[in-house]
């Protein structure tokens, strides 16, 4: 079955610290991966994918995500984090169907 | 570029009533998704239209229905709303089959009373 998996409810780093937000994920063949960041009462924004090519993909906002096949996993990192990055993060792989599975989400607390 | 954009923001119903929440796509893209998201919690995938056409829903009752216009923008309907519809209903939109980014409105805040 297909699926995606985010381990952890919330993740809380301080304020200039890396941050990594972890995704695992289930698909047959060749996985595409999404990363999506909601603030507040807000629409998800588009951070970043993997589609081919280069394991370590870079996206918005400073954000980059690496593919690790082996581990079947695309975790969410930032080199430091600021506390605007305080959001609920999403990640997601599409079906062969052309839909996406999302995972539950990680809410991202970064404290000053 | 103009991005996804829903009407209305935010809509207060009383159980039983009817809601209907719009999405128009950004400009080239033929596909809408229609997503729930009670508080707190991650995205119910609810239905799929694409070049008019529903393609899948999600696990809902049939009391939650749309359709998508001739200019791709999407109608979601919800009938007979009970208290549990109280939630933020997003809609995505992507450009076809060989670009696989949905992109998100801001969403409609469904309150049922």
């Known amino acids: 079955a297909q699926s995606v998996a985010q381990p952890e409810d919330q993740v809380n780093v301080a304020e200039g610290n890396p941050l990594t937000v972890k995704c695992t994920y289930s698909v047959s063949g060749n996985p595409y991966l999404f990363w999506y960041v909601q603030y507040p009462n807000r629409g998800l924004q588009f951070l970043l994918k993997y589609i081919t090519g280069d394991n370590l993909v870079k996206g918005s906002y400073g954000f980059e995500a690496e593919f690790n096949k082996s581990q079947t996993s695309f975790h969410l990192k930032k080199p430091s984090a600021l506390v605007s990055d305080s959001a609920l993060y999403f990640c997601?792989?599409?079906?062969?169907?052309?839909?996406?599975?999302w995972g539950a989400g990680t809410k991202l607390i970064i404290k000053p | 570029e103009a991005g996804v954009t829903q009407s209305p923001t935010h809509l207060i119903k009383t159980r039983g009533q009817q809601a209907t929440l719009r999405c128009s796509p950004i400009s080239g893209h033929t596909s809408v998704y229609w997503y729930q998201q009670a508080l707190g919690l991650g995205l119910q995938f609810l239905l799929w239209y694409d070049e008019g056409e529903e393609r899948n829903r999600g696990n809902f009752p049939p009391r939650f229905s749309g359709r998508q216009f001739p200019n791709y923008s999407s109608e979601l309907n919800v009938n007979a709303l009970e208290l549990e519809d109280s939630a933020l209903y997003l809609c995505a939109s992507r450009r076809g089959y060989s670009t696989d980014t949905q992109y998100f409105g801001p969403g409609t805040r469904l309150t049922v009373l």
């Open positions: 997601a792989v599409r079906r062969s169907n052309y839909q996406l599975i």
